[in-house]
């Protein structure tokens, strides 16, 4: 309430209601499909064109992802660059009316902009062993897709092998992601947000092991 | 065609408010990430009873969009009572174009079969599962099956098969045969006939599971090892049939039994209506064209 009264009214109150969906039936339909068919095939880009704005660091492709899967029963983690971003929170609180996690372990989803310099995947939700569901997503927002340091995927979804090479990441991130798939059942699944693509790599994609310089 | 189709209809686009759609979106999510495994959802009362689908329909719901293609089968027929009724419920609540042609559908929703036609890469194929617990009819109690899949313990299912075989010399189970995904999650296929097992293994379609009532999800994504459970000594077969479709003709289809009288008259077609009504048009198409070339004997220059 306070923030709401410090911050400049008119401008903070217009950048929190614009840069949502134009058609928000219709938009949230179509973002999930495309999450769902980055889940189906992880590591694959799927294209994901959308118009929503909102108040940056968040970019479009995770502020339209946010808005297709949040709400108020999906507590959201931010890091500490979006955290620190009341226009941010206020986008975020009447969009989605998601509420803020205690921390990250109680997070339904993580939105994460500074991906180098993030927390370690063990330290959200990892589920139970009997409800495996209830771990993080994180949104993951990386500059690109395509970076020169590929990682070779196998697993459900995946036919022969597919490959991601998403920038900038922590540079145990490798480790991170084996350790995570490790734990499968349990264990955190990612969504990749880079502009214009998505592409996602659950708990159950394995990274194998190949020539190609180690992360 | 967007805005007109959502506003055109008194009902919410695809009948479902947007939050139960978010549930139900990020339930399937979860339900992908974790091959085999039962994702709890807080289902709705659907305007349909129990029975008649409503975890499919709830999950068709949630994933149709207006450019979708739609269609619903029941035991592989498009025409029976089930499948009209939910195909006309999309119809009129999300105003999608429907279809009973397999290859053009987009979305498939099922109850109790697999087509045919080999399903592609964009295609959904939506099950509606009454029991999602395999191991349920041996365990009573949802608080220890949960446990037995923590634990991956699953040694219940193999006795269960092998008191089949000691009682009747083979695996009786003929329809919602057990299957392992991935190595990890025992899962029940739905009540599909064990004819179509085979065709859950490396699909290249995603494959979504509802049930309503019991309020699970659970997915298969594609290219995904599914195993049906077996013994090296008692391998895991499927139905076959001694006589082709009676309609058309087709070997190696799944044929249901049709009673012609009460004289103990029978006859075997294609469950999969569809496909059965193609081979029939092919087949009247190959007539044409032979008897056609047989009377002009002209050069045929393309086949």
């Known amino acids: ?215 | 065609m967007t805005t007109s189709a959502v506003e055109a209809t008194p009902y919410n686009f695809a009948y479902l408010d947007e939050q139960t759609k978010r549930m139900i979106r990020r339930a399937i999510l979860k339900g992908i990430a974790i091959p085999g495994y039962q994702v709890p959802f807080a289902s709705r009362e659907m305007p349909m009873p129990y029975g008649w689908g409503t975890g499919g329909v709830q999950i068709t719901a949630a994933i149709i969009g207006p450019d979708d293609v739609l269609k619903v089968i029941d035991q592989g027929a498009d025409d029976t009572t089930n499948a009209v009724a939910i195909r006309g419920f999309f119809a009129r609540t999300a105003g999608v174009a429907t279809t009973t042609q397999t290859g053009e559908a987009s979305i498939i929703q099922t109850r109790h079969r697999i087509p045919e036609q080999p399903l592609q890469s964009d295609q959904v194929l939506v099950f509606q599962v009454p029991i999602p617990e395999p191991l349920r009819f041996l365990e009573p109690r949802e608080t220890e099956t949960r446990k037995m899949h923590a634990l991956e313990e699953y040694g219940i299912m193999h006795v269960k098969l092998y008191e089949d075989i000691a009682r009747h010399g083979h695996i009786a189970t003929t329809y919602a045969y057990p299957v392992l995904v991935d190595g990890r999650y025992v899962m029940d296929p739905s009540p599909i006939p064990k004819f179509d097992n085979p065709k859950l293994h490396q699909s290249d379609a995603l494959l979504l599971f509802g049930a309503g009532r019991e309020q699970r999800i659970y997915a298969i994504p594609p290219h995904t090892d599914v195993v049906s459970l077996d013994f090296e000594d008692y391998p895991f077969e499927v139905q076959t049939f001694d006589e082709p479709c009676a309609i058309c003709g087709t070997r190696g289809t799944y044929l249901d039994e049709i009673i012609t009288d009460d004289k103990g008259g029978r006859m075997f077609v294609c469950s999969d209506t569809d496909f059965c009504e193609r081979q029939v048009a092919r087949n009247q198409g190959v007539q044409n064209q032979s008897s056609a070339a047989a009377s002009e004997k002209t050069e045929m220059t393309d086949a």
């Open chain 1, 1 to 215: 309430m306070s923030d709401i009264l410090e911050s400049p009214r008119p401008a903070a109150g217009g950048a929190a209601l614009a840069g949502g969906f134009a058609q928000p039936v219709v938009d949230a339909q179509f973002v999930f499909r495309s999450v769902m068919e980055a889940f189906s095939r992880p590591g694959r880009s799927i294209a994901l064109p959308t118009r929503v704005a909102p108040p940056p660091p968040l970019t479009a492709e995770a502020g339209a992802i946010a808005l297709a899967l949040f709400d108020q029963d999906t507590p959201i983690w931010c890091d500490a660059p979006l955290a620190g971003d009341p226009a941010l929170r206020n986008w975020l609180a009447f969009h989605t009316g998601a509420p803020v996690a205690s921390g990250p372990d109680q997070a339904a989803f993580a939105l994460i902009s500074a991906c180098d310099r993030m927390p370690s995947l063990s330290g959200f939700a990892q589920g139970t062993a009997e409800y495996p569901d209830r771990s993080t997503t994180l949104i993951m927002m990386v500059d690109t897709l395509m970076s020169r340091d590929i990682v070779r995927l196998e697993g459900p979804g995946i036919e022969e092998t597919e490959t991601i090479a998403p920038a900038p990441l922590p540079v145990n991130f490798r480790d991170q992601v084996r350790a995570n798939h490790a734990l499968f059942p349990r264990g955190v699944d990612i969504l990749f947000a880079s502009p214009g693509k998505i592409a996602a790599l659950p708990r159950s994609t394995r990274i194998r092991a190949n020539a190609s310089r180690e992360g």
